[in-house]
T-cell receptor
Framework: SAVISQKPSRDICQRGTSLTIQCQVD?????MFWYRQQPGQSLTLIATANQGSEATYESGFVIDKFPISRPNLTFSTLTVSNMSPEDSSIYLCSVGRDSNTEAFFGQGTRLTVV | AQTVTQSQPEMSVQEAETVTLSCTYD???????LFWYKQPPSRQMILVIRQEAYKQQNATENRFSVNFQKAAKSFSLKISDSQLGDAAMYFCALGSGTYKYIFGTGTRLKVLA
């Protein structure tokens, strides 16, 4: 398994500002992902965090809005930029290690934009 | 495109009874995995059970079992002897070996004492 620490667990932010969410894993992992879960809805993949290169974004998500860093195999950050109330969601970090195991999730960051 | 459909937004079950949550999916991949995750109010996504598509035998984990119908692209979760702690959102997910999961919309399970 993998132990994932996500910070902050929650935050309330002013519109127009940015928030950086951190994801720390207790061991090296191959794959790291960021998901968004809007209120009462399912999880939607934002991007794959690639170690040493630019993140790979899913349709509807762009780097200017959600810049991602992954400096090593145990750590990644997601920034939500120029926030609006529509960005109020839970953001979850997910990791995978081997091809035959399931993905593990952090406890999520609940973001409220006012 | 891959899709996952959960047609039951909410289900209720009496404590100690059995409940089945439905999930259908669509994929053109021949090698894929299916998962049921539980999300309690703590927001932590917890893996309940997984099924490899190439395995014909249905997966079981203690009180949790699945009915995997590959031809029908159906993957239902059965919870036996329901407990109060089973109350949560349950998400069905489809993956094709890259951990990029497609999630269903979820089913909220209520367990009645």
């Amino acid at each position: 398994s993998a132990v994932i620490s996500q910070k902050p667990s929650r935050d309330i932010c002013q519109r127009g500002t940015s928030l950086t969410i951190q994801c720390q894993v207790d061991s090296q992992v191959t794959m790291m992902f960021w998901y968004r879960q809007q209120p009462g809805q399912s999880l939607t993949l934002i991007a794959t965090a690639n170690q040493g290169s630019e993140a790979t974004y899913e349709s509807g998500f762009v780097i200017d809005k959600f810049p991602i860093s992954r400096p090593n195999l145990t750590f990644s950050t997601l920034t939500v930029s120029n926030m609006s109330p529509e960005d109020s969601s839970i953001y979850l970090c997910s990791v995978g290690r081997d091809s035959n195991t399931e993905a593990f999730f952090g406890q999520g960051t609940r973001l409220t934009v006012v | 495109a891959q899709t996952v459909t959960q047609s039951q937004p909410e289900m209720s079950v009496q404590e100690a009874e059995t409940v089945t949550l439905s999930c259908t999916y669509d994929t053109s991949e021949s090698d894929y995995y299916l998962f049921w995750y539980k999300q309690p109010p703590s927001r932590q996504m917890i893996l309940v059970i997984r099924q490899e598509a190439y395995k014909q035998q249905n997966a079981t984990e203690n009180r949790f079992s699945v009915n995997f119908q590959k031809a029908a692209k159906s993957f239902s979760l059965k919870i036996s002897d329901s407990q109060l702690g089973d109350a949560a959102m349950y998400f069905c997910a489809l993956g094709s070996g890259t951990y990029k999961y497609i999630f269903g919309t979820g089913t909220r399970l209520k367990v009645l004492a």
